[in-house]
């Protein structure tokens, strides 16, 4: 359905209409080790090619005129990984803001960090907080990394400060509705999550962004991440734009 035909039915409740661009568009990058095996390379090399995928996709984005771009970089279970590649990643990470801080300020990005990222040391903490400092002013794109996020753990989270201003007579238990436990969640303010796209194949969530999820158009794409590019995305905002969105109503 193009948005030029789009009859006033699919309006959504949302106030988006079918054919409309996504505001927000959330990544889980999959596929980095095995675009590493297939060639025969160490994973840390399939991180670093997905690195530069993120630096394409980044550009794409802020093209297309999406407003928020959510990536999941380091899982809460990621953890669980070798010492070596979780050093890796942090790494790369690290050397990811150092070169891209100035072009990030450039394009008008704002980066904003959802997850734990204080595990990450003080080293890499400083590098991170200081970008979110020097990108705060900018509003074509924000960009959310995910580090050390899990949404289980984000929802308990908000469930627990609701909890603590109910037990101090703040708020009263009754009147809990979903907008208040959205405003306690690390996605606070950012526009409602309109695509989900996970590559590699993995047809799952992970973890991430389960309450933001719920009306989101999931997309699982085979493509591994090191090889999505920019004609990729565009062809999921395509995909996107041809669905009909319904929020549950007809
Ligand atoms: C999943 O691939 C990818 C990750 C766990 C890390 C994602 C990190 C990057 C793309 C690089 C750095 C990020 C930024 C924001 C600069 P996998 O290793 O699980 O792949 P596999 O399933 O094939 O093993």
New binding site residues.
């Given amino acids: 359905m193009n948005a030029g035909t789009a009859s006033s039915e699919e309006t959504s409740v949302h106030g988006q209409e079918a054919g409309n661009a996504p505001r927000h568009v959330a990544i889980?990058?999959?596929?980095?080790?095995?675009?590493?095996?297939k060639r025969g390379l160490p994973?840390v090399a399939?991180?670093?090619a997905?690195?530069e995928?993120?630096?394409k996709i980044l550009k794409a984005a802020v093209r297309a005129g999406v407003e928020v771009l959510t990536?999941?970089?380091?899982?809460s279970e990621?953890w669980r990984?070798s010492e070596e590649?979780v050093s890796d990643?942090k790494g790369?990470?690290g050397f990811?803001?150092e070169r891209?801080l100035d072009e990030l300020d450039r394009q008008g990005v704002r980066l904003r960090l959802i997850g734990d990222h204080m595990a990450f040391g003080p080293q890499l903490v400083e590098r991170l907080e200081r970008a979110v400092e020097r990108t705060a002013g900018n509003d074509r794109l924000t960009?959310v990394?995910a580090l050390n996020y899990g949404a289980q753990s984000e929802i308990v989270s908000a469930a627990r400060r609701l909890a603590a201003k109910a037990a101090t007579g703040k708020l009263d238990p009754d009147a809990i509705d979903e907008a208040h436990l959205n405003a306690e969640l690390a996605t606070h303010g950012l526009p409602e999550l309109d695509l989900l796209i996970r590559t590699?194949g993995?047809k799952r969530l992970s973890n991430f962004l389960l309450w933001q999820a719920a009306y989101a158009e999931l997309l699982f794409i085979d493509t591994?991440?090191?090889d999505f590019d920019e004609a990729a995305f565009g062809a999921a905002l395509a995909e996107f734009g041809g669905r009909q969105r319904r929020f549950g109503g007809r």
Wanted: proline residues 2%; hydrophobic residues 50%; positive net charge.
């Fill in positions: 889980i990058m999959d596929g980095n080790g095995r675009w590493a095996i994973r399939g991180h670093r997905g690195a995928a993120v630096r990536l999941y970089a380091f899982s990621n990984r590649e990643l790369l990470l990811y803001l891209e960009l990394v590699s993995e591994l991440w090191p």
